[in-house]
């Protein structure tokens, strides 16, 4: 997938939104108008954040992170294209915020309130709100809440239910308009005027455009990498398959079978690999399906393989 031209960013894209959105001045009022309550302070903020245990463990790269000053932790994301599964990723982006959040001995009570907010262009649950935010109960008792302090919202920018504060509404409508390319009358929000201010000052500087495109290279090497290292797994574990088959048979229709066989199921074993592997790097299936040359309905059955 080519890298998309600097001039052509809007705050949709990852790099502008984390560079727009880790001001404080950018960021703070937006979480005021969507949660409805005031935040007193930004005491940490980071764009980009990286969140590993392990080498070998999953990471996350959090595009906007940051704390306020009563610890509570704020994970907003923007999302271009739906990814399967949003719910459990979330989830996922939760724990490791938490994992990161509780210092070694520290009491569980002390684990601070934490929200993961994903920005989306296209609707998720396709119900048409513009928020979804998640609530958690009791089965059999609906009026007893489960409040663990973990706080989940998916917001839609193709809403057609308006079913929160207008600010977020125009925030949303500024963030779609930008996916198409289209232009956005502004003057009606000072908030807004602000965000397209800094945006077009990025575009301006010729630093944070060497950056992103350095940036972006280096995301294109890893996806590269990724799909050889799978690609070559697969071939492998395939070839060792089929000659084994080939081996049983003992005769030499079977082994002519077994090496067919062994081929075939090689480079079935070597699609779902390299796709396991990409989608561990957080690539859509759609950016797969360009990627390998297959079909979308291929991609997806050989997922459901996996």
């Known amino acids: ?19 727009v959105m880790r001001k404080p001045e950018n960021i703070k ?6 949660l409805e309550t005031k935040i007193q302070r930004v005491v940490a903020i980071d764009k980009q954040k990286d969140l590993k245990d392990t080498y070998d463990a999953h990471g996350i790269r959090l595009d906007v992170y940051l ?7 704020y994970d907003v994301e923007v999302q271009a294209r739906l990814h399967r599964k949003l719910e459990k990723r979330i989830r996922y982006y939760e724990s490791g ?7 070694i001995n520290a009491d569980y009570e002390e684990l601070s309130d934490s929200f993961v907010i994903f920005l989306c262009v296209e609707d998720y649950f396709k119900a048409g709100l513009a928020v979804y935010e998640r609530e958690s109960h ?9 409040e663990d302090g973990s706080h989940a919202y998916i917001l839609n920018a193709s809403f057609t239910k308006e079913n929160c504060n207008p600010a977020v509404l125009d925030f949303l409508r500024y963030i779609r308009a930008g996916y198409k390319g289209e232009e956005f009358d502004t003057s009606s929000s000072s908030y ?3 965000i397209d201010n800094a945006v077009n000052e990025i575009k301006q500087d010729s630093g944070r455009e060497m950056e992103y495109m350095t940036l972006a290279m280096k995301m294109m090497d890893e996806r590269k990498e ?12 395939g070839r060792a398959e089929g000659r084994a088959e080939g081996r049983a048979e003992g005769r030499a229709e079977g082994r002519a079978e077994g090496r067919a066989e062994g081929r075939a199921e090689g480079e079935r074993a070597s699609q779902i690999k390299t796709i396991k592997r990409m989608l561990s ?15 979308l309905e291929e991609v997806k059955r050989l997922v459901e393989k996996k």
């Open 1 to 19: 997938m080519p890298i998309k031209p600097f001039k052509d960013l809007s705050l949709v894209d990852d790099f502008m939104f984390s560079e």
């Open 67 to 73: 704390e306020d000053e009563h610890n509570t932790k």
């Open 29 to 34: 009022p937006f979480l005021e108008s969507l």
């Open 97 to 103: 915020i938490d994992r990161h959040s509780l210092e």
């Open 226 to 237: 990724a799909f050889e290292q799978g690609e070559a797994r697969g071939r492998a574990e």
């Open 138 to 146: 009791i089965k059999g008792a609906p009026e007893i809440a489960y």
């Open 192 to 194: 807004l005027q602000q």
């Open 281 to 295: 790097r957080g690539l859509s299936l759609e950016e797969i399906s360009d990627m390998m040359g297959l079909e």
